[in-house]
């Protein structure tokens, strides 16, 4: 999809994002339609600076593109010693609380804060309920869904892989109004506020659908990325951060085969497996994609190791 | 509550907050025991402050108690044209995905943030499904719990309110671990770390639990206050933001009976109501023990005008 965007013209690999405007905490930047991770790494830089300065950095972003994990971004804060926050809009996949129809993205947000002893806190998240993998998921494995994941075309929840995959309008966080989706719906709107009415960016219903295609001209998609020192408030944060993670882990689990487990921790378990395979792992399928991209780009294919 | 922890001498209502440690956009403020409204005031207005010097005002607070409204306070700058952010940590009641028993509060959170039109957008939300007081509702009501919203003591989900209430373990917003309950968890510790971690006060599980009894010491409660300056990034924040708001309300219904809300709406309509009456309405019960404590306490009951 990013390929497909660059040869439509769609995104301007080659530009250079820059700020439009500056205060001592904050940025205003314009990604100049580039690759959403060379804004991403251009703003959350600003960010980091700015919190070192101040004790935080606020750094909004216009005219981008899908920026890859969230948390990424977060992260590099995190290995700074900062705490570091990542939000980014996207495509309206999302139905507010009682509407037919989508208005807002699948608007991730992540939060990663260092800590000691080897630990990290590390969230990233959709602020829908799943996001569309998931559906899709179900459906090769032929399962219906849990109830809140998604709509139907009628609107009401659907337990139908299939058709909620063919409808694509997926529920916030929450699930229904008595489960309070009402609350996921929020979060999406405040990824929104940060992220697109901020910056300036598309928001909401006004971003464009996203497809194999790579029709629908610029995504101007909106980010936004924070950077708060630790240093600024009480000594001893990373202690703290280490002695919470460690307390999760050791709760007694509901099911003696399912630990309690803290965020990120399941990331970084895959993260130890890829190190020590020395490789993501990818399915077959992905493969055959890759090197036919790598065909029709006439670039060098990704090496494969067979397992 | 609150009265009885001034009694205990939990609470010091006659100190004086104070400011430990300050950066250009920040703050680390002692609220040495006080109210949490009195400290949420003394420290909102900082992040104010500071955000209309530098773009950003973010403040954490130690030694507080029970401050109330989240989105009060987030008001208070969204008021001043900023948006306004408000979390505060509170004593352990939500278990952790997988996870037996409560480790984390109903941590709230809130972001508000102004508009054009006369509109603006509130969100003030528990991180757990619901709070304790939509369990007692269902109590009253002998109606059952949906799915998703407390742990009996065995840890799994109950629909049983009377022993949902009598648990008090409630699930994190997202429900259960197949409804993504661990985006709730991660989001009510980001609460924590913003409001307890970061401002070195009690967090987690280390908590006081609160009754009504005033046992149990110093809550030593943390908040954090954050304040945003839209004017410090793309010019007509407030139209875009009113934009938004106003496309939501007018999403087709799937219920034609159940329109579509922007967050707040139910808050401002109840507000509205509360204007027209000229008072606030209260249950009988309430009023009888308002009457008993001033009673108690030697002070001038409240005007109650009955209906």
Redesign the interface.
């Known amino acids: 999809m990013y390929v497909n965007d660059i040869i439509s013209g769609a995104c301007q690999p080659n530009n250079e994002p820059k700020i439009l405007?500056e205060?001592?905490?904050?940025a205003?930047v314009d990604a100049n339609n580039v690759l959403g991770a060379t804004a991403s790494h251009f703003a959350m830089d600003i960010a980091i600076k700015k919190a070192q300065?101040?004790?935080?950095g606020?750094v909004?972003v216009?005219g981008s593109n899908h920026n890859g994990i969230a948390g990424f971004w977060a992260k590099k804060a995190a290995d700074k010693g900062l705490?570091g926050m990542a939000f980014t809009n996207t495509s309206p996949l999302l139905a507010?609380?009682?509407?037919?129809?989508a208005?807002l993205g699948t608007n991730p947000l992540s939060?990663v804060?260092p800590a000691s002893k080897g630990e990290s806190?590390y969230?990233d998240?959709a602020t829908t309920?799943?996001a569309v993998g998931k559906i899709e998921m179900q459906c090769r494995k032929g399962e219906p869904l849990?109830?809140?994941?998604a709509?139907g075309p009628?609107?009401?929840i659907t337990q139908d892989a299939e058709l909620a995959f063919k409808t694509s309008c997926l529920m916030p966080?929450?699930?229904g109004?008595?489960?309070?989706g009402?609350?996921?719906?929020?979060?999406s709107?405040?990824v929104?506020?940060f992220s697109?009415?901020?910056?300036?960016s598309n928001?909401?219903?006004h971003i464009r659908s996203w497809s194999h295609t790579g029709s629908g001209g610029p995504a101007n998609l909106g980010h936004c990325f924070v950077a708060?020192?630790?240093g600024?408030?009480?000594?001893?944060?990373e202690d703290?951060?280490a002695e919470?993670i460690q307390?999760?882990r050791q709760?007694?689990?509901?099911?003696p085969n399912?630990?309690?487990?803290a965020?990120g921790d399941k990331e970084k378990e895959a993260a130890k497996e890829t190190d020590a395979n020395g490789t993501v792992s990818y399915v077959k399928q992905q493969i055959e994609s890759s090197a036919e991209l790598a065909k029709r780009l006439k670039v060098k294919p990704m090496v494969v190791k067979f397992n």
């Open positions: 405007k205060n001592a905490s904050t205003w300065e101040t004790g935080v606020w909004t216009k705490i507010p609380t009682r509407s037919k129809k208005a939060v804060a806190f969230l998240m309920a799943v849990p109830l809140g994941w709509q009628d609107g009401k966080l929450g699930g109004e008595n489960t309070s009402y609350k996921g719906f929020g979060l709107a405040v929104d506020i697109g009415i901020l910056s300036g928001y909401g219903h708060v020192n630790p600024s408030f009480a000594p001893g944060f703290r951060m919470s307390h999760w709760l007694e689990p509901t099911d399912l630990p309690v487990m965020p």
